[in-house]
């Protein structure tokens, strides 16, 4: 049969297996496919499209990632959280397992190298960055696994997925706040969310019931995106059901009261200082250190004759112990003294070849009253864990010459003042951070919240913008103003409600005067907390022990088979 009457299946079956057709032409493409196209483009354009492919789930990690960094301080855009987690879930579908631990580890990577810049401006070193950074992206890699799992056994069903996936982010950031070494509750997503009305959920779940929302929102949203790319009315409904239940999930709380716990029955005339740190070139040593707490008595000044009933000083506003060092004791005596009041603040001790980091009542007359230990120093920059083995890698690690050991007992202090005995919550710097810390205090009648810290190693990163938007957050779950007072800024009120005030600028000596409310009940994220992160931990490792069981070793995506084009 000449080659021009063949069928064109047969010549497009059999056109790879020659050169050229009869006749010395090549033979014509299939009916309904375009000249020099087919069902595997060809040429440049062909290596773009399937370049392109390939890089779609790299791509979309580096999306989420920012997504989920641009929640935080310093943009504070909380609506992209939900945003990030659908990018995610849709970067994950179709996954083969090893593609995606890839995915959620690229996803970590975005977001906590962007997030933890302020650990190279620390350290002085990209590898401090880089190596925190790719260690917490490891815990999104875990998550993403079990993620992909849950797809294929609980299958394409976004009422059951949302709930599910969300459980398994809340334990998986659980997990990374307690383990190992303490673990790092830095960006835990509920912080990224003190600007929005998720926060409202705060001080009846905590962050663990605003991170399930972001995330179970955010499974919402993807699922609302995939049935509508299917067309038709049914899809249209499904699609629009799956939006409002993210738009529940996200602005429901609304009609949540923000601060369940009475105002109490009296106040507290507080005042805070922010001091100078003279820059190394300027001077060092113990002369630096005894520069540091002299600038906080120059600044402690303004507050004098203005009724306050306590004063608070940051974390570390004498480096020298105040209770023998004559010089530094001295500074901090005639401070109070000039005052009249208990002035709380915070200092080293040295006991031996370690330290301790206190937070002390200093009173006049009388000098130190009473004193808590930082009971979560933290590892890589209070003290360095495995010294020898990171000295490898970099001399960094002899930045911390003398390492810090932990105290125990609650973050408390009991001082008389304003006519009364207060009893005044104080987790030192990182400590805001670990709820379990700040609702021990509350629990054991802690009425407001003082968090000293010191930033001046930060820089001008938003390390500290971070860290008050955790103040916040806890002085919304716990239903307790609120006041972070630091070295250099940021410095200043949070209410239970949401409100800020007596905000400072950072790097400028400050000194601030604020009227603070006593308050002695708790919210039942107060309460309840310590029973949630268990259930939370039983049901992730269900979840986790599903996913294995079900569908670690199949081809994942959509619940039956792996979808085209997945890796």
């Known amino acids: 049969m000449p080659a021009s009457q063949t069928p064109p299946e047969r010549t497009f079956r059999t056109a790879p297996q020659c050169a050229d057709a009869p006749g010395g032409r090549s033979p014509g493409p299939m009916p309904g496919h375009p000249a020099g196209?087919?069902?595997?483009?060809?040429?440049?354009?062909?290596?773009?499209?399937?370049?392109?492919?390939?890089?779609?789930?790299?791509?979309?990690?580096?999306?989420?990632?920012?997504?989920?960094?641009?929640?935080?301080?310093?943009?504070?855009?909380w609506f992209l959280a939900p945003v990030g987690v659908a990018v995610l879930v849709a970067a994950l579908r179709g996954r083969r397992p090893r593609a995606a631990f890839g995915t959620g580890f690229l996803a970590g990577l975005a977001f906590f190298g962007l997030l933890v810049d302020w650990a190279s401006e620390s350290t002085g070193t990209w590898v401090a960055r880089a190596g925190l950074g790719a260690v917490l992206a490891l815990y999104t890699a875990a998550m993403a696994l079990v993620w992909r799992g849950l797809f294929e056994s609980l299958g394409d069903r976004p009422l059951l997925l949302a709930p599910a996936l969300a459980t398994v982010w809340v334990a998986v950031e659980q997990l990374r706040g307690a383990w190992p070494l303490g673990g790092m509750p830095w960006g835990t997503l509920a912080f990224g969310q003190v600007d929005g009305p998720l926060l409202r959920l705060a001080p009846y779940g905590s962050s663990q019931a605003v991170g399930f929302a972001v995330v179970a929102a955010g499974v919402l949203l993807e699922a609302a995106v995939r049935v509508a790319r299917r067309g038709g009315k049914a899809s249209a409904i499904g699609a629009s059901a799956c939006c409002l239940a993210a738009a529940g999930l996200v602005f429901g709380p609304l009609f949540l009261p923000l601060s369940p716990v009475s105002a109490g029955t009296g106040t507290v005339a507080v005042g805070f200082v922010q001091g100078r740190i003279p820059a190394k070139s300027e001077v060092s040593g113990r002369l630096r250190a005894l520069t540091v707490t002299e600038n906080l008595a120059a600044a402690t000044r303004r507050l004098e004759g203005r009724g306050a009933d306590l004063v608070l000083w940051p974390e570390s506003a004498s480096d020298l112990d105040a209770h023998t060092d004559p010089d530094a004791g001295a500074v901090v005596e005639e401070a109070s003294r000039r005052l009249g009041v208990p002035l709380l603040l915070g200092t080293q001790r040295y006991p031996g070849?370690?330290?301790?980091?206190?937070?002390?009542?200093?009173?006049?007359?009388r000098g130190p009253s009473g004193r808590y230990t930082k009971q979560h120093p933290v590892p890589f920059g209070e003290y360095m864990p495995?010294?020898?083995?990171?000295?490898?890698?970099?001399?960094?690690?002899?930045?911390?010459?003398?390492?810090?050991?932990?105290?125990?007992?609650?973050?408390?202090?009991?001082?008389?003042?304003?006519?009364?005995?207060?009893?005044?919550?104080?987790?030192?710097?990182?400590?805001?951070?670990?709820?379990?810390?700040?609702?021990?205090?509350v629990r054991k009648g802690a009425q407001f919240?003082?968090?000293?810290?010191?930033?001046?190693?930060?820089?001008?990163?938003?390390?500290?913008?971070?860290?008050?938007?955790?103040?916040?957050?806890?002085?919304?779950?716990?239903?307790?103003?609120?006041?972070?007072?630091?070295?250099?800024?940021?410095?200043?009120?949070?209410?239970?409600?949401?409100?800020?005030?007596?905000?400072?600028?950072?790097?400028?000596?400050?000194?601030?005067?604020?009227?603070?409310?006593?308050?002695?009940?708790?919210?039942?994220?107060?309460?309840?907390?310590?029973?949630?992160?268990?259930?939370?931990?039983?049901?992730?490792?269900?979840?986790?022990?599903?996913?294995?069981?079900?569908?670690?070793?199949?081809?994942?995506?959509?619940?039956?088979?792996?979808?085209?084009?997945?890796?």
């Open 353 to 365: 070849d370690y330290r301790y980091n206190d937070y002390i009542a200093w009173l006049p007359d």
């Open 449 to 567: 919240i003082a968090v000293p810290t010191n930033n001046a190693s930060f820089g001008h990163s938003a390390e500290s913008r971070q860290q008050f938007d955790m103040t916040r957050f806890l002085s919304a779950e716990t239903g307790r103003t609120a006041i972070q007072v630091s070295t250099v800024g940021v410095s200043g009120v949070a209410e239970p409600d949401g409100r800020v005030h007596h905000m400072t600028e950072p790097w400028r000596p400050e000194a601030r005067l604020a009227r603070v409310a006593l308050r002695s009940g708790t919210t039942p994220a107060t309460r309840v907390h310590g029973y949630a992160t268990a259930a939370f931990y039983l049901a992730g490792a269900a979840l986790g022990g599903l996913a294995l069981a079900q569908g670690l070793n199949r081809p994942g995506g959509n619940g039956k088979r792996r979808e085209k084009g997945g890796r």
């Open 386 to 441: 495995a010294r020898g083995f990171f000295r490898l890698f970099t001399s960094a690690v002899d930045q911390i010459y003398l390492d810090m050991r932990a105290g125990s007992g609650p973050a408390l202090l009991d001082v008389n003042a304003g006519g009364r005995r207060l009893r005044v919550a104080v987790p030192i710097c990182f400590e805001i951070g670990y709820e379990g810390i700040v609702n021990e205090a």
């Open 37 to 77: 196209t087919g069902s595997r483009p060809g040429g440049a354009a062909g290596s773009l499209l399937r370049a392109a492919r390939a890089s779609a789930p790299a791509l979309a990690s580096a999306v989420c990632g920012l997504c989920l960094y641009a929640s935080f301080a310093p943009l504070r855009w």
